[in-house]
């Protein structure tokens, strides 16, 4: 019995120290206006840019979470101090906001009636 409640525990504790996978990241809003002046060729540009950075920390935030997730299993069935391995590396801020970014510059390239092939799944 007390091993069930201690499992329980470190799970509980574990848990919120999980970095979100980053398909679960939702995008934070950032205002389409910064980009206004922007001609198409510019925000062409610009989501290319982000796309490819969204690209990069989602693996990095995918590697994250995938190595947390291990670390709870092992930490809550075998070794607890396997928990410690769960501490730093979440970029789910920085992923939300380039989201946010990639979303505010179809907003600007629908609002300047530029023809751009989105970039972003």
């Not at 928990?83 to 179809?106: P, T, V, W």
């Amino acid at each position: 019995m007390r091993w069930i409640i201690w499992a329980i525990t470190v799970v509980g504790v574990g848990l919120p120290g999980c970095a979100t996978r980053p398909e679960d990241v939702s995008a934070t809003y950032v205002s389409p206006l910064q980009y206004q002046n922007y001609n198409c060729n510019q925000i062409g540009l610009e989501i290319g840019r982000v796309s490819r950075r969204v690209a990069e920390v989602s693996g990095t935030q995918d590697s994250t979470a995938t190595g947390d997730a291990w670390a709870l299993g092992i930490g809550a069935i075998l070794f607890w101090p396997a928990l410690f391995f769960m501490i730093g590396g979440d970029h789910e801020d920085e992923l939300a906001r380039l989201k946010g970014e990639y979303e505010a510059l179809e907003s600007a390239a629908i609002a300047n009636e530029c023809h751009i092939t989105p970039q972003l799944e």
